[in-house]
């Protein structure tokens, strides 16, 4: 009953942390016993697989959570790391419980053998005092018969058997009374040695049952210690497992109390960000004024599509690695879709980030939610004025004003602003607003 109760409320906390993060993770199950190396090394495998999932959710998270509150983003992450252990606390527990039922069973078994060894030890003796009893009635009936012959033998009265007689019937019945009483004491005495000798026997008999009953209380109390420390050991499990299911709990709750304070939060972090993209399209509103008729002469020219072609850009790292894409995004805890403007680049803290394109460092300082952000203008490329954007960089190492080539660097990946994690954040703006950057890079 105990179990079960246990089972159900792992299960709730684990459909509400689906509910809330969108997403489950698969427990691993605990395994008890001898295990050989092969197994162990199939239990290291799994461990890593099952760290490297849980490492790789958490980095969509981090993802997810981008430009939201420190605070919560560590609670959810708390709650993810919650959720991956209930599975294996949860196993660890119903071994447990299986090792106490085991115990159980096993003190039930030799509490029915220590039973019946007693009850062959009672009956034994019920045997033995019932046979001692028909001993001493023998023994009653071979000393009166022999006070009988003592106090009528003689050859006087053996003579008078045949002269004493009346009659020939006489003499017969005298003879046979005497040889009856011969032989009942020749039989009790028969008897007697036979009931001694079995008693003998059942003894030996007895005196080994009362040593394996012996063995059978030793084994009994030991296994009542045994049954003790693997109920010890099962509370402990489902404290361990109570533990778990009250983090969970409190977190939710926390997650529940700041989530309408982190969506204001986020409103603000918005409304500063679409300022800072609201700049960049006044400066290119101002160049493109600038560049009309050098716009106009290339969209005249032969080679001239009016489009800005995929290849234009180079990767902004040595190693692209993408976390998470352009494109509209649904918030795992706030519960709303916005657009992750931009694309991410797994960057781990320190990692060298370079120019895609060349060009003029329009700025190179802090920007709210962007945090240490270097912004590169490329021209006019096609007629259509062609920015990129750096962000949450640890620090840069080119300042406004600076002219950059592709793969120039541009500064280090880092974890400033309102970002999660190190990473690097790449925005890419044709004509002022923002594009997939995915769209241009490469060929």
């Known amino acids: 009953m105990i179990r079960s109760r246990i089972a159900l409320v792992a299960a709730a906390g684990t459909f509400a942390l689906a509910l809330l993060l969108g997403f489950t993770l698969s427990g691993a199950s605990a395994m008890g016993g001898f295990q050989t190396a092969s197994s162990y090394d199939d239990d290291i495998d799994d461990a890593k697989a099952q760290q490297e999932a849980l490492e790789k959710k958490i980095e969509a998270l981090e993802a997810e959570l981008e430009d939201t509150d420190a605070a919560i983003v560590e609670a959810a992450k708390k709650l993810l790391e919650t959720e991956a252990k209930l599975p294996a606390a949860q196993a660890e527990l119903d071994e447990a419980n299986d090792k106490v039922d085991e115990a159980l069973v096993q003190q039930k078994l030799v509490a029915d053998k220590l039973a019946a060894a007693e009850a062959q030890d009672q009956a034994i003796s019920d045997q033995i005092t019932a046979d001692e009893a028909r001993i001493d009635e023998l023994q009653d009936i071979v000393a009166a018969l022999a006070r009988a012959q003592y106090q009528g033998v003689g050859d006087d009265e053996a003579l008078g058997l045949v002269f004493g007689s009346t009659t020939s019937q006489e003499f017969i019945?005298?003879?046979?009374?005497?040889?009856?009483?011969?032989?009942?004491?020749?039989?009790?005495?028969?008897?007697?040695?036979?009931?001694?000798?079995?008693?003998?026997?059942r003894g030996a008999r007895q005196e080994a049952v009362r040593d394996y009953i012996v063995e059978l209380k030793a084994e009994?109390?030991?296994?009542?210690?045994?049954?003790?420390?693997?109920?010890?050991?099962?509370?402990?499990?489902?404290?361990?497992?109570?533990?778990?299911?009250?983090?969970q709990t409190a977190i939710k709750k926390e997650l529940e109390a700041q989530k309408a304070q982190a969506i204001a939060k986020q409103k603000e972090l918005a409304a500063q960000q679409d300022a800072t993209r609201d700049k960049i399209k006044e400066l290119v509103k101002?160049?493109?004024?600038?560049?009309?008729?050098?716009?106009?002469?290339?969209?005249?020219?032969?080679?001239?599509?009016?489009t800005i072609a995929k290849g234009v850009l180079a990767y902004p790292t040595a190693v692209p690695y993408i976390t998470s894409s352009y494109g509209m995004r649904y918030h795992p805890v706030l519960h709303y879709w916005r657009l992750h403007a931009g694309t991410d680049f797994r960057a781990y803290c320190g990692t060298p980030i370079y120019a895609a394109r060349e060009g003029r460092v329009q700025w190179s300082t802090w920007m709210s939610g962007f945090g240490n952000q270097v912004m590169v203008d490329h021209g006019i490329v096609n007629g259509k004025s062609l920015m990129t954007s750096y962000n949450h960089l640890t620090r840069s190492v080119v300042s406004s004003g600076q002219y950059v080539t592709q793969g120039q660097l541009l500064g280090y990946s880092g974890n400033t602003g309102t970002s999660t994690a190190c990473h690097l954040h790449f925005e890419v703006y044709v004509n002022g607003d923002t594009v997939d950057p995915m769209t241009l890079i490469g060929g």
């Open 173 to 201: 019945d005298a003879f046979a009374a005497e040889h009856n009483a011969s032989r009942v004491q020749s039989n009790a005495l028969a008897d007697m040695e036979e009931i001694a000798a079995v008693n003998r026997n």
């Open 220 to 247: 009994a109390d030991a296994l009542v210690v045994e049954t003790q420390r693997l109920q010890a050991i099962a509370e402990e499990k489902k404290a361990a497992l109570d533990a778990i299911i009250a983090e």
């Open 286 to 306: 101002k160049k493109l004024a600038e560049e009309e008729a050098k716009r106009k002469a290339a969209e005249a020219a032969a080679n001239n599509t009016g």
